[in-house]
Every structure is written in structure tokens, then in C-alpha cells.
């Protein structure tokens, strides 16, 4: 197994490059993590971005579609969206775009709040042809293949390691 | 109700989870910490808000209370909304069971009605146990208040309520005072504290009104309140349960409120920082003075909220464990299946 970092602060820098240039993000936009590798990485583009609004937490757990096999998670803790969801641009942010499943139960919960007026996925890495559900990312760090996973570690310092599978080395 | 008490490991499924919820008696610290934890997870720690959650979506929960409550039933049902849940609550007194239907025809009728979890209430000792052995092996019970015998959502939801302001249970003394005879509150409450090993746990109130061998409980008993309250941490009241009581066991409401009623004064004997708790409903001049219950140390109506919390936990916990269970017997299953395989292949290459 072959293990290789990856260069975060610098994927990060031009992660909020990108969202600079989306024009409806002018005007204080207002970010969500995903608990707990993308509430990581949001905070450092909410602190690179100096947006004015606190980030917004939110844990998928009770919106996962396998309750009915898993059962509760025991880390779960309750999401804090600290303003008003209506009418808003989101910024949603995670760590890795793997099945489309967390972003679908993101979705979910992010609706029960209220009726964002757009909601953009920024993923820092993207796993590319694995998807279950059809969901793209607007702006991403770093794109991988299927076989290749992920090492996250955080939040200080902030480390991934992409990790190649045996299927890739075999 | 014919049948006895059933030991406590009845509610607990083969990998010792909670299957059902009829009592704390024979439960683990750890079965309690996890109810409090995930009751916390429930909570937005900011502003004490309590969201909808879908994991109970699909499921069907029915509340089934033989005996008047308002407290109880509603915040059971606001918890089973969150929840997502579907649900329905029957008020039993008014329906079949009057017109001759024993209770478990009743029972049984509305399991056929697809129930997946029955929440009890029954003046009966014994009754959520009586129903839990009867039900079908995927429907859950929960016990919403038996006879005098324990409610044990009542008791989470207090020891929330403590840990909330308080912290770790195990430093605390914990006083409890009034009915302690009558009352499933009460009996509920010292398992809870004994079981989270509180420092001290006193009962304060009247002879009249204390079971024969409190000690037997692990209680400090007191029959006075200005040695009962003195540095106290925690002070729970309880109500006087006048409909429970069979005999004159006190002179008078009057009189009681005298002796062991709150008021300011006594509560100056406590911890200052202590907090004032009570169950609901409050009898106002009775157990408690009306500035103690609307005073800065009460957390009364803050237990109301928590009790929402406590009660989704309680049943979220249960659901999941039964999916967990479940999932756990089918990878033995299959387990078992690849090691057949694996024999018969054996077999083959011997022969």
C-alpha cells in the first residue's frame, strides 16, 4: 500500500479562490460543515474567507438511510445552524464526495431548516465513479479514483493521506 | 393483573441492550449514560431547541394510558413526533376495555394494527412488564408510569435535569421529599441516583408516609426538614398522591405544608446553588410555595422540556438496538452458512 499526503492549506487557498469567483457569493455568504472531516475543512476556508456569519454544523447521522441496519450512531450531536436558512446562498462543504449518500442526508436536513435559495457543494476530495446517487460537487480540491481512500486527521493539524487500495496495487 | 413481576433482564435483548423500558431496576450505569447522552444529542445546546428528526419514520408507536395523565402523554407524544414516528394514543378508559374486552384481546387487537412500540400507562403495578411478555418478539414496550411501582422516563429525565446543572451525579446529595410510599416517581428516582452513585440520597418526609424499611433502599431517611435539606445539592419534591391513599395518613394538606412544605426559608438551608425539582403536577401551598416553584433555583418546567428529549432517546435507543439485533443474527446467519460451506467442501476433499 502506497500512502502519499496531500498539500490541504494549498487546496484550500484555491478552493476559496473559486468560490470568490461565483458572483452570488458576494454578499456574506453562509457555510455549513459536515460533521466531522468537513466541519474541519470549512473552518479553515469560513476563517480564509473571513465570513462574518458563524459556520453552521451539521451532523447527517439521524438522516442516514440505514437506520434500520446501523442504528443509532453514539458520536452523534445535534447540528447548530446559527441563522436563518430561507433565501440564503449556502456553501456546503465536506471532506470526501464518495456515494452521494452523506450529501443527500445533507440535503435532507439542511431542507427541514428552510428553503435555501442555492445550495453549492464544495468537496476537498472527490472520488470519482463510485456514486450511488446522482450528485456532482461545484467545486473540488482533489479528484481521485474509486479505489483510492481517503486518511483524514484533524482538526490540528489538518492532514489527509490518500491511501492506495489493494485492488489498485494487486 | 395476575401475573408477578417479571425479573429486569426481560427488557433487555440477547446482547444486553434495552429491548424494552420498564424499569431502571437491574439496569447498568452505562444503560443510563447512554440514554443521557443521546437525550443530549437531541438538544441544540444553544437555544435549548428540540428538532425533528426522520429516524422513526415508518414506525408505529401507540400510546396506550389506562390512566388520566397530561404531562406524561403529551411530552411522550411530542417525542414520538420528533421522532417521525406515526403515532396514535388511545385513552383506553373511554374505549373497549369498558364494553367486557380483557386486556390483552385489547392488546392483541391493536398489535394487528401494526403497532411497532406500545407506551403504557396503568394504575396497575406490573402492567408494562404484564404486556411486554405478551407482545409479539418485534413490538417494544415502554412504561409510562406503573401503579406505585416505577416511571422510569420520569427518573431520566431528572437525572438530565441534575447532570444538566450539576454535572457527574456521583458528587452530589440528592434530597427527596414527600410521598415516598405512593409514589413510582420516587422509587424510579433512587434507582436512577443509586445506580449513577450519587454521594447521598436522602428522603424526607412524614413516617406515615415512608415504605417500612426505607434504609433497605439505600437512602438516608429524615423526618425533619431542616436536618433533611441542610447542604443539599439537589432538592426533589414530590406530590402528595391523595388518589393512591387509603387511609388518613396525614392531618391535613395544611398541616403537611407546615412541616414539610418548600419555602424559602428552608430552601436558604441548602447548598445556595442548589436547584428545586419537582415531577408535576405541582400542588401549589401544599408541597411547595408558589415563590420556591417560580423562584431562580426551580428548574421545573426546564425537566418538562427534557423530558421530550429523554423520551426520544429512550425510544430511539430501543429501535436501534432491535436493528442492530437483527443485523447481528443475520451475519451469524450467513456466518454460519459460509462455515457449512467451508465443512462441506472439507468433506469432499477427504473423501
Known amino acids: 500500500m502506497t500512502e502519499l499526503d496531500i498539500d490541504v492549506p494549498q487546496l484550500i487557498t484555491q ?33 480564509q474567507l473571513e465570513l462574518s456569519d458563524e459556520l453552521g454544523v451539521i451532523d447527517i447521522n439521524f438522516y442516514r438511510d440505514d437506520f434500520s441496519k446501523t442504528g443509532l450512531n453514539p458520536t452523534v450531536k445535534p447540528s447548530h445552524i446559527p441563522w436563518d436558512v430561507d433565501n440564503q446562498h449556502i456553501i456546503l462543504v465536506d471532506d470526501v464526495l464518495y456515494t452521494g449518500r452523506t450529501t443527500r442526508a445533507a440535503l435532507n436536513e ?19 465513479g463510485c456514486r450511488e446517487l446522482p450528485f456532482q460537487a461545484d467545486i473540488i480540491g482533489e479528484s481521485l479514483e474509486c479505489s ?16 492506495e487500495t489493494q485492488e489498485e496495487t494487486a | 393483573m395476575s401475573s408477578k413481576l417479571a425479573g429486569p433482564n426481560i427488557q433487555l435483548n440477547e446482547l444486553g441492550k434495552l429491548k424494552h423500558f420498564l424499569t431502571l431496576e437491574g439496569l447498568k450505569a452505562h444503560h443510563l449514560t447512554e440514554i443521557l447522552d443521546t437525550a443530549e444529542s437531541f438538544i441544540n445546546p444553544v437555544t435549548n431547541e428540540i428538532k425533528k428528526v426522520p429516524i422513526l419514520r415508518g414506525k408505529s408507536i401507540m400510546n396506550l394510558f389506562f390512566e388520566p395523565s397530561t404531562r406524561t402523554r403529551t411530552t411522550f407524544e411530542i417525542a414520538e413526533k420528533r421522532l417521525s414516528a406515526d403515532i396514535e394514543s388511545l385513552d383506553i378508559q373511554t374505549s373497549a376495555t369498558k364494553k367486557g374486552e380483557s386486556l390483552l384481546d385489547t392488546l392483541w387487537n391493536l398489535q394487528a394494527m401494526q403497532a411497532d412500540m406500545f407506551v403504557i400507562r396503568h394504575a396497575e403495578s406490573g402492567a408494562a412488564h404484564f404486556f411486554s411478555q405478551h407482545v409479539a418478539p418485534h413490538v417494544h414496550v415502554m412504561n409510562a408510569g406503573d ?13 438530565y435535569t441534575i447532570r444538566k446543572h450539576k454535572g457527574d451525579i456521583y458528587d452530589l446529595t440528592v434530597a427527596i421529599i414527600g410521598d415516598v ?19 447521598e440520597i436522602r428522603v424526607i418526609g412524614p413516617k406515615t408516609l415512608m415504605p417500612e424499611s426505607p434504609e433497605a433502599l439505600g437512602v438516608h431517611v429524615y423526618h425533619n426538614m431542616e436536618e433533611g435539606l441542610k447542604d443539599v445539592d439537589v432538592i426533589i419534591m414530590v406530590r402528595l398522591q391523595n388518589e393512591r391513599m387509603t387511609s388518613a395518613l396525614i392531618p391535613s394538606e395544611k398541616e403537611f405544608f407546615k412541616v414539610y412544605g418548600l419555602t424559602e426559608e428552608r430552601l436558604a438551608l441548602a447548598k ?18 408558589s ?3 417560580d423562584g431562580s433555583q426551580s428548574v421545573i418546567l426546564e425537566q418538562v422540556t427534557y423530558g421530550i428529549a429523554v423520551r426520544m432517546a429512550v425510544m430511539a435507543i430501543i429501535m436501534s438496538n432491535a436493528a442492530q439485533l437483527s443485523q447481528h443474527k443475520l451475519e451469524q446467519e450467513q456466518q454460519a452458512n459460509l462455515d457449512l460451506i467451508e465443512q462441506n467442501n472439507q468433506a469432499e476433499g477427504t473423501l
Open chain 1, 15 to 47: 478552493i476559496c479562490e473559486q468560490i470568490k469567483q461565483k458572483p452570488m457569493f458576494a454578499q456574506s455568504p453562509k457555510m455549513i460543515g459536515i460533521r466531522t472531516g468537513g466541519e474541519w475543512i470549512a473552518q479553515k476556508i469560513h476563517q
Open chain 2, 147 to 159: 401503579g406505585q411501582h416505577a416511571h422510569p422516563t420520569q427518573a431520566m429525565l431528572d437525572m
Open chain 2, 272 to 289: 445556595p446553588d442548589a436547584i428545586v425539582m419537582h415531577p408535576g403536577p405541582i400542588n401549589r401551598g401544599v408541597e411547595i410555595d
Open chain 2, 181 to 199: 410510599l405512593h409514589s413510582r416517581v420516587v422509587r424510579s428516582q433512587i434507582q436512577a441516583l443509586s445506580i449513577l452513585e450519587a454521594r
Open chain 1, 148 to 163: 483510492q481512500t481517503i486518511k483524514l486527521t484533524g482538526p490540528e493539524p489538518l492532514k489527509v493521506t490518500i491511501l
Open chain 2, 291 to 293: 415563590a420556591v416553584a
Open chain 1, 110 to 128: 439542511i431542507f427541514d431548516y428552510g428553503r435555501p435559495a442555492s445550495v453549492t457543494l464544495v468537496t476537498l476530495v472527490d472520488r470519482k
